[in-house]
C-alpha cells in the first residue's frame, strides 16, 4: 500500500493479530512489538514501513510531503 502524509504528521499502522509483531522503518527494526505502530514523518522522503509475523509481512510505502506544497484541485484547469 502507498499513502501520503505532511511533513510532522502521525499516522497509525496497524496490523491484526495476537502475536508479537516485528516492526521495521527503511529495512531498521524498531523497538517494539506490538499490533498498531505509530509513526511520524520528519524527513521529506518515501519511507517504508513493515510489520512481520512471522514468515508473514505487511509493507507500506509512505510519502512524506513538504507542508507547503499545495495540490491542484481537479477541477482547475491545467494552463499551458
Known sequence: DALNITKGENKVF???TTQSVEWFVDNVKINHTQSTYQFTGELI????????????????????????VLTVPADVPEIV
Open 45 to 68: 522522503k518515501v519511507y517504508e514501513i513493515k510489520a512481520k509475523i512471522g514468515s508473514t509481512q505487511k509493507i507500506w510505502f509512505v510519502s512524506v510531503l513538504d507542508p507547503s
Open 14 to 16: 496497524a496490523v491484526s
